[in-house]
């Protein structure tokens, strides 16, 4: 079975710092790019951050760049997202998902609240 399991989130003051994982099985992680999207109160969802097959290419909304890094570890079937400075508007359930769109495959979501 797919499997795609977020942790990380939490509540932060603005200026924070946190650091989200989402670890997959039951498809071939190496071979797949990955996307972190996201979805605030009352909007729709934003694409975030995405990450190519071979991971030296890296992608990033306008809104999140040069604060969040997207990383992955292979041999741990792993993606990550370092998110700093964290502002009240980066605030939502934030999702990783296989693809950089269409998504074949998403994880369940983790809340991430910034909040003074």
């Known amino acids: 079975e797919v499997q795609l399991v977020e942790s990380g989130g939490g509540l932060v003051q603005p200026g924070g710092s946190l650091r989200l994982s989402c670890t997959v099985s039951?498809?071939?992680?190496?071979?797949?790019?990955m996307s972190w999207v996201r979805q605030a109160p009352g909007k729709g969802l934003e694409w975030v951050s995405g990450?190519?097959?071979?991971?030296?290419?890296?992608e990033y909304a306008d809104s999140v760049r040069d604060r969040f890094t997207i990383s992955r570890d292979n041999a741990k079937n792993t993606v990550h997202l370092q998110m700093k400075s964290l502002k009240p508007n980066d605030t939502a359930v934030y999702y990783c998902?296989?693809?950089?769109?269409?998504?074949?495959?998403w994880g369940q979501g983790t809340q991430v609240t910034v909040s003074s």
């Open positions: 990450i190519d097959i071979n991971g030296p290419t890296e």
């Open positions: 039951g498809f071939l992680f190496s071979n797949s790019a």
């Open positions: 998902a296989k693809g950089l769109g269409p998504y074949e495959y």
